[in-house]
């Protein structure tokens, strides 16, 4: 539906959070699997770059072996670090 960048500048311009990391205010947790076939970790890298060059900090958790989803031991790590992060971003208990 966005057709290609060389067609639609605007649009994958305005599309990219990478345009936008100036203006994070806080509160991201990020999670990658550094075998994910979907979403390359190069991405998350190039994203985690821009944020720290705009002068910003955020949670990373990298997940070495694993693919989209976290589905192996890892997984109960996963989770609590998920629920953590919720917890401390809205005040719960």
Known sequence: YMDTPQSNKSGYFEGSALNYCD?????LLMTHGTIDDNVHVQ???LF??????AGKTMEFMLYPDNEHGIRDKKRKIYYQSELN?????????
């Open 43 to 45: 991405n998350a890298m």
């Open 23 to 27: 203006k994070y205010q806080g509160g």
């Open 85 to 93: 992060f919720w917890k401390k971003s809205f005040k719960l208990k």
């Open 48 to 53: 985690l770059k821009y944020l720290l060059d």
